[in-house]
């Protein structure tokens, strides 16, 4: 059964009872996304279910779903960008302790027992950002420069340079032998 959404939870206490966060998160107040987003309209989807895996750990798996307003690297103007990301973190108490677990989960390193799920959410979201947003080239407002095939032109033999280093070529000689 879905719980409601809350700003702060015990996490350790969500994976013991099996809690299941399901709901919407608003963009609006995450501000180290917000330095990637051209506005912070929308909201964000998130699926989370606290468990305990077969091997003890504590761990929270889901997705979260989100259509961000990034920039174009080309025209620089707002590029509405689908983002759809999978979470599958465990919660461990120290950097050691992440290094063990298995392949499956990236470490969430808890330094308290209360977690503000808002920046839980906005740290995967930045994760999954893109490296470079573009708009597909028909619908970018700057004109998109195709690549120009080169050709190698001869040179005829009286258009030719001579090489500037030529004149090094004199002054490497064999040593003399002295001895």
């Known amino acids: 059964m879905p719980t409601r959404l809350q700003d702060y939870i015990k996490p350790l206490n969500f994976c013991d009872r099996g809690e ?6 608003p963009l609006a107040g995450m501000a180290r ?6 506005h912070q309209n929308g909201e964000v989807e998130i699926d989370l279910v606290f468990d305990i895996d077969s091997q003890g750990c504590k761990v929270v798996r889901g997705h979260l779903k989100t259509n961000l307003a990034l ?9 509405a960008t689908w983002i759809e990301t999978g979470i599958s973190l465990a919660f461990v108490d120290s950097e050691a302790a992440g290094k063990q677990l298995s392949s499956e989960y990236d470490p969430y ?7 503000v799920v808002r920046e839980l ?10 490296i470079v947003t ?6 970018c407002a700057v004109a998109v420069l195709q ?3 080169e ?15 030529s004149a090094l070529a004199g002054l490497k000689k064999t040593k003399p032998d002295s001895e």
């Open 33 to 38: 996304l917000a330095d990637s987003l051209c």
């Open 109 to 115: 390193i808890l330094d308290e027992p209360m977690v």
């Open 151 to 165: 050709v190698d032109i001869p040179q005829s033999a009286e258009e030719k340079k001579p090489n500037p280093f």
């Open 134 to 139: 573009f708009h597909p080239a028909e619908e």
């Open 147 to 149: 690549p120009v095939e």
């Open 121 to 130: 959410v906005e740290d995967e979201l930045i994760l999954a950002l893109p």
């Open 71 to 79: 920039e174009c690297q080309r025209c620089m103007k707002a590029v």
């Open 20 to 25: 299941h966060l399901k709901g919407v998160i």
